[in-house]
């Protein structure tokens, strides 16, 4: 199975801060990767799909780059709502994986 | 817009078997364009795909999980379900329905969530 680590696992940061979340795969995927948010006790929320491409509704302070096995997920101008988890997920070979997450917090 | 919903015993006893049901609403899980999956989350583990399937019936499962796993779905009733057997601990999670696209090979619409308990 393909293996995804993401860093930090924890972040602190305030509201308005700039923040970059990196997920790394153990071999090649292409551009084959999601970004999600999940809230406590809620469901994930599809951020950004085929690494740089924001799904439909979410803000434009979410942007996710990168290829091959290195990406990022940027948010710029944090906002109160944005405290959650996030969790890459690579699409490019089966079994689908997921990221460990990163918590931020404040 | 698409709203997913699952439904299923939050207990269940070591070696039975898990069973649990998504229902669809505000599309019809009939059309081609997507595929309808389960994964699940235990304490202190990542989230794990379980398996998908499609309107045809054609399913894919994690290979850890595939001699124990099955989905199904009836599009006359716009669900789609899910079975484990032989359930242990080990199986205690939340486990979430969600739908991808075929099209953009993400889970673009998910359900909130249901915690099921192995234990006796």
């Given amino acids: ?106 | 817009q698409v709203q997913l919903q699952e439904s299923g015993p939050g207990l269940v006893k070591p070696s039975e078997t898990l069973s649990l049901t998504c229902t669809v609403s505000g599309g019809s899980i009939s059309g081609g364009f997507f595929f309808w999956n389960w994964v699940r989350k235990s304490a202190g583990k990542e989230l794990e795909w379980i398996g998908r399937i499609f309107a045809s019936g054609d399913t894919n499962y994690n290979p850890s999980l595939k001699s124990r796993v099955s989905i199904s779905i009836d599009t006359s009733k716009n669900q789609f379900s899910l079975t484990l057997n032989s359930v242990t601990a080990a199986d205690t999670a939340i486990y979430y329905c969600a739908r991808e696209a075929v099209s953009a090979a993400a889970y673009d619409s998910w359900g909130q969530g249901a915690l099921v308990t192995v234990s006796s």
């Fill in chain 1, 1 to 106: 199975d393909i293996q995804l680590t993401q860093s930090p696992s924890f972040l602190s940061a305030s509201v308005g801060d700039r923040i970059t979340i990196t997920c790394r795969a153990s071999q090649g995927i292409s551009s084959y990767l999601a970004w999600y948010q999940q809230r406590p006790g809620r469901a994930p929320r599809l951020l950004i799909y085929e690494a740089s491409t924001l799904h439909s509704g979410v803000p434009s302070r979410f942007s996710g780059s990168g290829s091959g096995a290195a990406f990022t997920l940027t948010i710029t101008s944090l906002q109160p709502e944005d405290f959650a988890t996030y969790y890459c997920q690579q699409v490019h070979t089966y079994p689908v994986t997921f990221g460990p997450g990163t918590r931020v917090d404040v």
